[in-house]
């Protein structure tokens, strides 16, 4: 997807795209750098958008790995259908991080080890964010950790609520820039 079809979406579903450009290269390395690709059984990633964090993902996990994006946006997601057709134990689902823990029920999945995070939280309803940070909790596994980037640190307070620790760390280059935090119990 060109830049002006995601600055497109974004004018469009502003709530939910939540940035005027596709995260940058810099952005997608730090989110995926403190994952363990080689014990990791199960990685979720919330509003994959154009799959800058999936196909980071895609290319470090191993085959045996199960790798389940949600995208709400019907366009993005029939952009990533596309792209990433051929991956292996690739689950690509339309619809809202809400209700992950449905589909993860339809696949046998309980816990799993990692969420990847693209979603817009400063942007989405109050209500929302608590529903998916609460379900978020829920399903990472004792050890999980739940990887998200924001431009703003306006709901640090919302994310202490669901994670006993958050590191954050600020990238620069990035168009915002962004925080990248680092969520465990």
Known sequence: MDISNFIKQYIKNPKTVGAVAPSSEKLAHKMVEDINFLNASCIVEYGPGTGV??????????????????????????????????????????????????HLNK???????????GLPFASLPDSMSKSILSVTKEILKGHGVFITFQYTLLKIKLFKIYFGKIRRKRVLLNLPPAYVLKCEN
Do not use: C, H, M
């Open 53 to 102: 964090f999936t196909e980071k993902i895609l290319d470090k996990k191993k085959d045996s790995t199960i790798f389940i994006a949600i995208e709400y946006n019907e366009d993005f997601y029939k952009i990533l259908k596309e792209k990433f057709k051929n991956r292996t134990n690739f689950v690509l689902i339309n619809d809202s991080a809400e209700n992950l823990k449905e």
């Open 107 to 117: 696949y046998n999945i309980d816990k799993v080890d990692y969420i990847v995070s």
